[in-house]
Structure formats: structure tokens, C-alpha cells
């Protein structure tokens, strides 16, 4: 195989890593070998843009980054990428605010990116480009003659083609994932859905294994779930689970339990419905006031964005409203950080929590459900409740699945959770550790670079049928 060429929009600098070091630096560490390149926006903006490509080397991989303006900032990161096609891809089409002018900014970045990225290349690398961000990086180094085999991963859950096409410009953004030789997928339902979507938009009708020929070019979309280094979490959480932080916690808990919710602050999370959630379960099942406390991580994030202020106000409100109702001097049914915590701190809390809360609304996979389990201890594990909607249900059946809509059923699973007897709690974690530890992040990246390192990218049987 030929150097593996990382693009993502952030590039997490190890200069920069910090508290809440994690997310694809983690997933990607056993494919980054020395040698390899990692390219993408430094964070910074100022007035050249991307004009001078900055480079560093650390542990024998390079890390290449451009800066952006702060025009291209607003219109591609913050208005288009996450204002428009974050809300898209998580089936919020209310909270889509498209402007053209948005649009043009997320084409122009992804074209700057392209030419920064295009002379750094080599004719055998292999390029994995991750993300919504840059689904149109492909079509653009095509245009500029680079001929590599290029992936493209999507972190998100992909949209059924009714939900698709509620974004203007989605055909456009459709052809421009054919340009890529691999689309990877958490789930086998996020490929049917873009597989639909090629069906019915460009008249293809891929092969079973997701294969298809657009415009003479073959593409293959897989599914390929995320996962993490379960044995290296759970050795963190064993550890950090004796630390002064993790003693603290439990002894401001009395012998009362704990539930835990680690979440970006994000309206995709489902962070409203599940403090509704713990109110009604505070009110339906009285018993169990006092013996329990949750405690929700929710680390701020895309702060210069509305719907994210506003569910920061709202978050801030319903919390105060559970408290007010429900506290007793000594009790708190419901502590609320807006910080980010250490990682191998988190891993601690996790291990010492009763019942671990995943509930979002939509999520491409959600890795604190991996994370949890993974950190629980053996003889005593904890309870996961799991949406429905998240990635890791298909694979997590053995955690408790709920609809995170449903305040009563999310309710009633705590009251399951936490009335569980150790036998049960043994079983059903020991069937999700075997999944957990059985799909890693080793595994994704194998996967995934396998299918565009060595696949077959010739269809078996294309079947090419126009619309008529
Ligand atoms: C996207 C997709 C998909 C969270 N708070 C803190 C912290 N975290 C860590 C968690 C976990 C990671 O961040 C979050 O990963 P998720 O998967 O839950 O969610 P997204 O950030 O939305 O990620 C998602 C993922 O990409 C991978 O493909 O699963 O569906 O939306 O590792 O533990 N880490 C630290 N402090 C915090 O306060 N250190």
C-alpha cells in the first residue's frame, strides 16, 4: 500500500493537543504509521487564508495545514457545514438555513484545500478524506488531474432521498460522493440510504455489495462502524477509576448511585428530552429520589452558532426548573457541567456509574456508548440505556434501547437500570463488551483501507439505467 494521506477539516496538531484530546486522532492512531501525511485547517483565521500551507512533524508523521479567512470561515464552517449540513444529516431540515453565498464559501474552501493539498501529493498515496466538510474534495483534486484512490468517511448517519433533497444543491452534493472510490458508513442503514439516494436521483441501481459506475467511474460504498481501543479505555478506567477525582465524586454521593451523560453540547444529542426525561423519572418512580444522582457532561461546542445558544438557554432553564423542584438540601438529583473533562477522568466516572445515559436524537455512531462499556468493571457492571437512533444500536442490542421522544419509556428504563440484578447486568455487558472489544477503531481503519487499498474497484455487474 502506498502512504495513507489523512484530510479532515481539523487536524488535531500534536502541539495542540490538550484536555480533550480523543475523537479521530484516537480512531486513526493505528493507521497513522510514521511516513504518513495528515492534512486539513490548522483553526486559525486571519487575512491570508490559506495562501501558505504551514508544516510539523511529530513521532515521524507530518501534519499540514492551511489557516482560513474569516469570510470562509463563516460561509463554509459555521453556515454551511454546520449550519446547514450538520441539521441536514441529523434530520433537521427546520434547522437547515441555506444561503447560496453560504454555499459558494463551502465549494471554495474545499477548492483552496484541493490546490493547497494537490502538490504535496504522491502517485501512490492513498487519500482518506473524512467528513460532511468535504464531501466535495474529491471532485475538486479530479479536476486537477489527481488520479489516487480516494475514501471518504462519514461520521454523520446519512438521510433517506425525501430528507436529502430538502437541501437546495443536493444533486450536486450527491455526484460529488461518486467522485470518491470508497464512501464508508457507520450503518448498514445510512448506505441503503445513499444508495436510495443514487437509485432515485442519478437512475443507478447499485450491485448488493454497493457497487455502481458513475459517469465511467466505479465507486463502492461500505459499511465500515467506528469503534474504539476498548482494551486501552478499559485499562484507563481501571486506573483512574482509584484517582483522587474519582474518590471526590463518590464520596459527595453518600450512597446514593450514579448515572452519567457525556455529551458535545449539541441539539443532536438529545439533551433536552433526556432532562425531561429524568424529571418524569424523578416523578414516576419517587423511590428512587436520593438514591441516585446523574451527572451530565456536556462540553460546549460550535458557540458562535444560534441553535446552539439557544439550547444552552433552554438547557439552562430545565435544569434549574428539575433542581428547584426536586433537590433536597443535601441531595442534587441532577448535576450540569458545560466543560470538557480530562479523558482518563472521564473514563473513572464512567466505571463508577450505575446506569450510563446515551440518548440522543440522531448520531452517527455515538463512541460513549463503546466507551462505557468498556470501562465497566467486570463483576459489577453498570447499565447502558441506548437511543435508538444512535449508531451503536445496531450493534449494541444488549444495552436497554430506548426512544429518546419517549420521557416515560427513558424513565422507565433508569427505573429497569437501576432494579437490574447482577446476574442480568453480567450478561448483558459481557454480550456488549464482546462487541465492543470485537469492533475497534484498529478494525474500522483495516477495513476501510483495505477496500481502498487493495479492492476490486471494478463493479462485478453494473447495471447503468437512465431516468427516464
Ligand atoms: C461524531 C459523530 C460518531 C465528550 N465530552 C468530552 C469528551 N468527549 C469525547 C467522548 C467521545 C467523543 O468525545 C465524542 O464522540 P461521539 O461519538 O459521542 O460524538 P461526536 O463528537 O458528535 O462525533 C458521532 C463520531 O463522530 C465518530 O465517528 O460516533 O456519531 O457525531 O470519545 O468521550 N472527551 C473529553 N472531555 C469531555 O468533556 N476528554
Redesign the pocket.
Known amino acids: 500500500m502506498g502512504r495513507l494521506v489523512v484530510v479532515s477539516n481539523r487536524v488535531p496538531l500534536p502541539s495542540e493537543r490538550g484536555?480533550?484530546?480523543?475523537?479521530l486522532a484516537v480512531?486513526l492512531a493505528d493507521a497513522l504509521q510514521p511516513g504518513s501525511l495528515w492534512f486539513g485547517w490548522s483553526g486559525r483565521r486571519n487575512a491570508r487564508g490559506s495562501a501558505v500551507t504551514h508544516v510539523q512533524r511529530s513521532d515521524g508523521i507530518t501534519y499540514a495545514t492551511v489557516d482560513l479567512t474569516e469570510a470562509d470561515y463563516h460561509s463554509f464552517y459555521v453556515n454551511f457545514s454546520n449550519g446547514a449540513l450538520w441539521p441536514l444529516l441529523h434530520y433537521r431540515l427546520g434547522l437547515i438555513d441555506f444561503k447560496s453565498e453560504d454555499y459558494d464559501g463551502y465549494r471554495s474552501v474545499n477548492r483552496q484545500f484541493a490546490a493547497a493539498l494537490q502538490p504535496l501529493l504522491r502517485a501512490d498515496d492513498l487519500i482518506w478524506v473524512h467528513d460532511y466538510h468535504l464531501i466535495p474534495l474529491a471532485a475538486e483534486l479530479r479536476g486537477m488531474g489527481v488520479k489516487n484512490r480516494i475514501g471518504f468517511f462519514l461520521?454523520?448517519p446519512f438521510v433517506p432521498p425525501d430528507i436529502f433533497h430538502g437541501m437546495p444543491r443536493s444533486v450536486e452534493l450527491l455526484t460529488n460522493l461518486c467522485a470518491y472510490d470508497v464512501v464508508g458508513f457507520?450503518t448498514r442503514g445510512y448506505r441503503a440510504s445513499f444508495l436510495d439516494c443514487v437509485a432515485e436521483t442519478l437512475g443507478i441501481h447499485p450491485d448488493p455489495d454497493g457497487r455502481f459506475v458513475w459517469r465511467g467511474h466505479a465507486v463502492r460504498a461500505i459499511v465500515d462502524p467506528?469503534g474504539i481501543d476498548a482494551d486501552s479505555f478499559a485499562a484507563c478506567a481501571r486506573e483512574a477509576a482509584k484517582s483522587s477525582d474519582a474518590r471526590l465524586l463518590r464520596e459527595s454521593l453518600g450512597r446514593g448511585a450514579l448515572a452519567i451523560g457525556?455529551?458535545?453540547l449539541?441539539y443532536?444529542k438529545g439533551l433536552v428530552n433526556r432532562f425531561q426525561a429524568i424529571g418524569r423519572f424523578f416523578g414516576n418512580y419517587p423511590q428512587h429520589r436520593r438514591e441516585i444522582s446523574f451527572l451530565q457532561?456536556a462540553?460546549r461546542s460550535r458557540e458562535d452558532q444560534g441553535a446552539y445558544q439557544r439550547l444552552r438557554r433552554e438547557l439552562d432553564q430545565i435544569v434549574g426548573d428539575l433542581n428547584g423542584r426536586y433537590s433536597e438540601f443535601d441531595w442534587t438529583p441532577l448535576r450540569y457541567m458545560t466543560r470538557?473533562?480530562?479523558?482518563d477522568t472521564?473514563a473513572g466516572f464512567f466505571r463508577i456509574s450505575r446506569l450510563g445515559i446515551v440518548t440522543p436524537l440522531r448520531?452517527?455512531?455515538?463512541?460513549?456508548a463503546k466507551?462505557y462499556i468498556a470501562a465497566q468493571d467486570p463483576n459489577d457492571p453498570g447499565v447502558l440505556i441506548l437511543s435508538r437512533f444512535a449508531?451503536a444500536a445496531e450493534e449494541m442490542t444488549e444495552a436497554l434501547i430506548v426512544n429518546p421522544y419517549d420521557a416515560d419509556e427513558v424513565a422507565e428504563a433508569m427505573h429497569i437500570g437501576l432494579s437490574m440484578d447482577l446476574e442480568e447486568r453480567r450478561e448483558r455487558w459481557q454480550a456488549l463488551y464482546d462487541k465492543v472489544t470485537g469492533s475497534t477503531a484498529r478494525r474500522f481503519c483495516t477495513v476501510f483501507l483495505n477496500h481502498l487499498g487493495h479492492a476490486d474497484l471494478q463493479p462485478e455487474r453494473p447495471t447503468l439505467r437512465a431516468i427516464s
Open positions: 484536555a480533550k484530546a480523543g475523537g480512531a461520521h454523520t457507520h467506528i457525556v455529551d458535545r449539541d443532536s457532561v462540553a470538557a473533562v480530562k479523558r472521564l448520531d452517527g455512531m455515538n463512541l460513549v466507551e449508531g
